[in-house]
């Protein structure tokens, strides 16, 4: 009865199937992108001149592997990553989901190795500048997908030709570290021309935005506001930009602040009769009552609000939300067969949740939530919650046959149906929540350390943020300065202070504007969208 012993067994459960999950991916898909843990065999991302894999779990799982304490692990994959991997490949890639998991996985890699391994910093270099070349558009807004070996960028038609809002407001806080630690400053320059759009686009609806933009004129192109897929992770990175900052900058706290007070006034709902909270979405103007498991992530975005804002006039509010979300999230498990929750979930007509897509992904997002509200109040009901979700995971994810995990469809039976797919995410989000749930709060101080949106801990630094910039300009006198933000209708410069815009205002490109046939865009006959692979949200 000792709660202490049984959190240190919890906590080496959870452990020891990492390293056998990471065991079974080293066997069968060593340097791929992703283990098929039931066929024992892997899949890559970006089509088929992607031969040789990119391995992005390896990479996805270096933080995991350090704050677990498997250090000759995490060496040996360095040293394979750094020194062997192929980056470079005629692969087509997501440059969201490459700037999170790779730039993102390498640099938080670096900080939390005591930033002595500059091979790390080098290869993030390496890869990110390939995946600038997306952000040669019109408005500096990035382009989806850039092909890594000929840098050809382009969006696809499923997105308009335009680009989601998760995807161009969840590269900040990536970049500004990289910048940080190359004292190169155009990433940092690129995330926040960025932001200048959108806080010029999006400031008048609380920092609510549509889920997609053209990159030519940086306007809207849907009356879509969610903060599920499409747009999740941009909501989260306003709260965490603040945070990296060391609270320092006003612009990103107003961002935070004004999003959160909208989502309550806007979004928030409680159904009936179950008084389950929800967060909803509207589309041109209506409610569509639904919630996505990846908008579970709002619980402990209110949760981490609360702590990061504790003077706001909207705080107890904030506390509240966090708890009702998580508890809602939570019970998406709680009420299955399985124990495993839904892709989605309908509200209708305002009643209790339904089940809208039965499968589960391996998906990190409730237990965020559960581990931001574990370490706001220390109730232990959250570790109770953390352990009913795990012990479900275990029975009906988990392959014996290879210590992998998989994805699974048809929650709603005993046992659900094996999908063959353990991404990456799950070794660098779920597992590690599960993990910190269940540690120790000096393991990962949150008043060093943010996470990004894949869990990779970046270090918070308190400092000015011009000193990259002003430094590349005492270094480089006489030279073009870096980058020069497109003239954008409606986009006010000065959104930040003067200073800041000072410098940006003489700045240019880093890289020359380069068009393909004549357009920013590859002509649509020359891509082949079936060698594209699936797109990863």
Request: charged share 25%; proline share 5%; glycine share 6%.
């Amino acid at each position: 009865n000792d709660p202490d012993a049984t959190c240190a067994k919890q906590r080496d459960v959870i452990r020891n199937d990492f390293r056998d999950a990471w065991g079974s991916y080293k066997k069968y898909a060593w340097g791929k992108d992703e283990l098929k843990p039931v066929s024992k065999k892997w899949n890559n991302w970006g089509g088929k001149g992607n031969k040789k894999g990119m391995a992005l779990t390896a990479v996805d799982a270096l933080s995991t592997l350090y704050i677990m304490g498997f250090k000759s692990e995490f060496d040996e994959a360095v040293e394979y990553i750094t020194n062997t991997v192929d980056f470079f490949q005629n692969a087509k890639v997501s440059v969201f989901e490459f700037v999170i998991r790779i730039t993102g996985g390498l640099v938080s890699a670096y900080e939390l190795s005591g930033e002595r391994n500059p091979k790390l910093i080098e290869t993030a270099q390496r890869v990110t500048d390939t995946l600038l070349w997306a952000y040669n558009t019109t408005s500096g807004l990035p382009h989806q997908t850039v092909n890594m070996k000929n840098k050809r960028h382009w969006s696809s038609d499923w997105a308009q030709g335009g680009s989601f809002l998760s995807e161009m407001g969840t590269v900040q806080m990536e970049f500004r570290t990289l910048s940080f630690h190359t004292r190169n400053p155009i990433y940092d320059m690129r995330g926040s021309h960025v932001t200048d759009i959108l806080y010029a686009r999006c400031e008048a609806n609380g920092f609510l935005c549509p889920t997609t933009f053209n990159t030519h004129t940086a306007q809207a192109l849907d009356d879509h506001i969610t903060i599920g897929s499409l747009s999740d992770s941009y909501y989260e990175y306003l709260v965490k930009q603040y945070v990296l900052t060391g609270e320092t900058e006003p612009r990103y706290k107003k961002m935070a602040t004004d999003m959160l007070d909208a989502v309550i006034g806007r979004l928030l709902r409680y159904s009936n009769p179950g008084r389950q909270a929800f967060i909803s979405e509207l589309v041109d103007g209506d409610v569509d009552q639904r919630m996505d498991h990846l908008g579970c992530f709002v619980g402990g975005l209110f949760a981490l609000g609360a702590d990061t804002f504790p003077d706001h006039n909207q705080v107890k509010t904030y506390r509240r939300v966090a708890a009702d979300i998580t508890e809602t999230c939570y019970n998406m498990y709680a009420y299955q067969l399985s124990g495993l929750p839904p892709e989605s979930v309908n509200f209708p007509s305002g009643g209790d949740f339904q089940n809208a897509e039965p499968r589960y992904l391996l998906r990190p997002e409730v237990l965020e939530s559960i581990f931001y509200q574990w370490r706001a109040t220390k109730d232990p009901k959250y570790r109770v919650w953390a352990w009913n979700i795990y012990k479900h995971i275990r029975a009906y994810c988990r392959v014996p046959e290879t210590g992998g995990f998989t994805s699974v469809d048809q929650i709603t039976i005993i046992p659900p149906i094996y999908t063959d797919s353990m991404e990456s995410f799950f070794l660098a989000e779920t597992l590690k929540y599960l993990y910190l749930i269940f540690a120790d709060d000096d393991v990962l101080d949150l008043k060093k350390w943010v996470l990004n949106t894949e869990a990779h801990p970046l270090k918070i630094r308190r400092r000015d943020p011009l000193d990259v910039w002003r430094e590349w300009e005492r270094s480089h006198p006489g030279e073009p300065p870096l980058f020069l933000p497109p003239t954008i209708d409606g986009v006010n410069k000065h959104t930040e202070t003067d200073a800041m815009s000072a410098v940006r205002r003489r700045s240019q490109p880093i890289f020359a504007k380069v068009d393909f046939k004549g357009s920013d865009t590859v002509p649509a006959e020359e891509i082949d969208y079936n060698d594209m692979g699936e797109p990863q949200y």
